[in-house]
Each structure stands twice: as structure tokens, then as C-alpha cells.
């Protein structure tokens, strides 16, 4: 007899508790096919809003659309079992309100079914990360360099490195923790204060460009794989995949052009008769 393994889900509470634990992986992924493979060794995949500018090439993630978040969220799912699947709010969709929030969360929820949403913001979004708590959306929060910040930052530029801005940044990621959010990114910030932050906090820090000293580390997966054409400066690349995909596009490429391709083996013969 076969017995069949469910496989659980990890859930936001289970991420929560991996608080001073083990190290929390977690890689972005936009597409079923990458998100299998992504599966298989991290903890939280995040559906980010940057897919905007990795997969559509836009400039920013200001022009990302819930409806764009939620095929992606939907895609990741199918090809996801076992991490929890997080989904990035994008710009627009719940800044507005309180209540605005809370109706394209539950929209992401429910067409999706991921587990967890995250949105940029600390004091700022206090108040609305506590009314989703409160009401079953789990919020992984973001501070630090907020991308979606872009037009009143200027730059996508690193965050604390004057000691005179630590305490506005301290005070967003006690304000999400104190809120109610499982988790928090800090985003590109001077190293000792995502230290100082992690050991403040009572909630899982992951770092992007941040401290080795957080509960976890997250990257854009096609920044590490050597396939993004900008990649901010604090990105380790653990692959180089962009000259074998352009080698395999040259080779078929060049045997479609001299009539190499398809040979007998990949085209169907007639089926006998008798
Ligand atoms: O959108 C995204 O991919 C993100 C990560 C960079 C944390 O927010």
C-alpha cells in the first residue's frame, strides 16, 4: 500500500516563528516554471512588483497593476507546494485607505490563494497593517529603500549610511512589528542598522542589500542568475545564465536559417498501414 505525503504549505505564522532560528531563504518568482525550481530549497518565494521592471522592462514599479500581480501570484501558486507564497502590493492598490487595502488584499487572497501579501511602508503604513491583521491578512512589511518611493526619492539609493537617518528608519520597523506584520524586508541599508534593527525587533527581518546579522536574505532570482540587465550593487551573482540561453537561441536559430532543423528524429513519420 502507498501512502500518500501531504505536503504542508509553510504558513506566515511559521515564518514568524523562525524569529533568532534558522536563516529564512526566500527568492522572488513570477512564473510557474521558475517558482518549481525555486521550491525546492526556499522558505518564502515573493511574487515582487519588480517583475514590472525584470519581466515587462519597465523603468520603475510605479506602472505595476493588481490584475498584473495576481496572474503572477496565480502562476507562482500552480507551481509552488510547500513555500509560503507572499505577494507584493503594487503602488496604488493601498496607500489610499485602510479600507482600500483591505479590498485588494482579499483579492489577492482569494483569486491567488497565497498565503501572505507585503507591502512598503513603516509608521506611515502602521495603521493599516494592524486593521489587515486584525482582520486574517498576514503583512510582511517593507522599509528601508521602498522602490515604489522612487518619485519623491529621487534615486534607488541605499538607506542609513548617515547615522543622522537611523532613527526614522528604526521607527518604521518597530511600527510594522508593533502593527502586527509577520516579517519585514530592509531593503539597502547600512549594515549596522539592519544589525541594530534585527536585534530590536521581535519579528524575522529579511535583508536585501541589508546585514548577514537578519533572520533572512531575499534576492531577485534573475539579478542572481546573471539574466537582469541592471542590477543594484550589492547583488551576488550565484549564476550566469544569459550567454547559455543566447547560445541556445544562436544554435537553433542558425540551423532553422541552413535548413539543419528539425531532422527526422523531431518530426512524426506516417503511421504504418496493416
Ligand atoms: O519587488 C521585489 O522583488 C521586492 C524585493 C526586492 C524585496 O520587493
Given amino acids: 500500500m502507498s501512502v500518500q505525503q501531504e505536503i504542508k504549505r509553510l504558513t506566515a505564522p511559521d515564518?514568524?516563528?523562525?524569529?533568532?532560528?534558522?536563516?529564512?531563504?526566500?527568492?522572488?518568482?513570477?512564473?510557474?516554471h521558475t517558482a518549481r525550481l525555486v521550491d525546492k530549497y526556499c522558505d518564502v518565494?515573493?511574487?515582487?512588483?519588480?517583475?514590472?521592471?525584470?519581466?515587462?522592462?519597465?523603468?520603475?514599479?510605479?506602472?505595476?497593476?493588481?490584475?498584473?500581480m495576481i496572474l503572477q501570484g496565480h502562476a507562482v501558486m500552480r507551481g509552488s507546494k510547500q513555500a509560503l507564497v507572499v505577494v507584493d502590493m503594487p503602488f496604488g492598490s493601498y496607500e489610499q485607505s485602510k479600507e482600500q487595502a483591505f479590498a485588494s488584499c482579499a483579492r489577492v487572497l482569494k483569486e491567488t490563494t497565497c498565503g501572505a501579501i507585503k507591502m512598503e511602508g513603516g509608521v506611515r503604513m502602521a495603521e493599516t497593517i494592524r486593521f489587515l491583521a486584525e482582520r486574517g491578512v498576514p503583512v510582511m512589511a517593507h522599509v528601508g529603500l521602498t522602490p515604489q518611493a522612487i518619485n519623491t526619492l529621487g534615486s534607488f539609493k541605499a538607506q542609513g549610511r548617515d547615522e543622522a537617518d537611523w532613527a526614522r528608519i528604526e521607527d518604521d520597523a518597530k511600527a510594522v512589528a508593533e502593527a502586527g506584520a509577520f516579517s519585514v524586508v530592509i531593503e539597502a541599508v547600512a549594515e549596522p542598522l539592519a544589525r541594530k534593527i534585527t536585534a530590536e525587533i521581535p519579528i524575522p527581518t529579511i535583508g536585501i542589500g541589508a546585514s548577514p546579522a537578519c533572520d533572512g536574505q531575499v534576492l531577485v532570482l534573475e539579478d542572481m542568475l546573471g539574466l537582469?540587465?541592471?542590477?543594484?550593487?550589492?547583488?551576488?551573482?550565484?549564476?550566469?545564465?544569459?550567454?547559455?540561453?543566447?547560445?541556445?537561441?544562436?544554435?537553433?536559430?542558425?540551423?532553422?536559417?541552413?535548413?539543419?532543423?528539425?531532422?527526422?528524429?523531431h518530426v512524426y513519420g506516417m503511421k504504418k498501414k496493416g
Fill in 15 to 32: 515564518i514568524r516563528a523562525r524569529k533568532g532560528g534558522d536563516p529564512i531563504v526566500m527568492l522572488t518568482s513570477y512564473h510557474a
Fill in 228 to 265: 537582469s540587465t541592471r542590477v543594484p550593487k550589492f547583488v551576488k551573482r550565484y549564476g550566469d545564465l544569459g550567454p547559455g540561453i543566447e547560445a541556445a537561441i544562436k544554435g537553433y536559430a542558425e540551423e532553422v536559417r541552413s535548413r539543419a532543423f528539425p531532422g527526422p528524429e
Fill in 45 to 68: 518565494i515573493l511574487v515582487g512588483d519588480s517583475l514590472g521592471m525584470v519581466m515587462h522592462g519597465l523603468e520603475t514599479t510605479i506602472p505595476v497593476t493588481l490584475d498584473m
